[in-house]
């Protein structure tokens, strides 16, 4: 089986809240992804700090499991 240090980066664009929720409680995929309706899609990854109320420590994990 996958594990998260061996998985296809998900693309934070098209991803789905079944899709974030292995690494993030509901509510916060909920707001990435209102967040990102939002703002048209991400451009980079670093846009992922401006994501309201996610954590320092939760952006850095994102940015390593995530693609645009």
């Not at 789905?16 to 509510?27: A, E, F, Q, Y």
């Amino acid at each position: 089986a996958a594990t998260a240090e061996t998985a296809q980066p998900i693309n934070v664009n098209t991803a789905t809240v079944g899709d974030l929720r292995p690494m993030m409680s509901l509510t916060q995929a909920k707001r990435l992804i209102r967040y990102r309706d939002e703002i048209g899609g991400f451009s980079s990854l670093d846009a992922l700090m401006l994501v309201p109320g996610f954590p320092r420590d939760l952006r850095r994990e994102l940015q390593l499991r995530l693609t645009i």
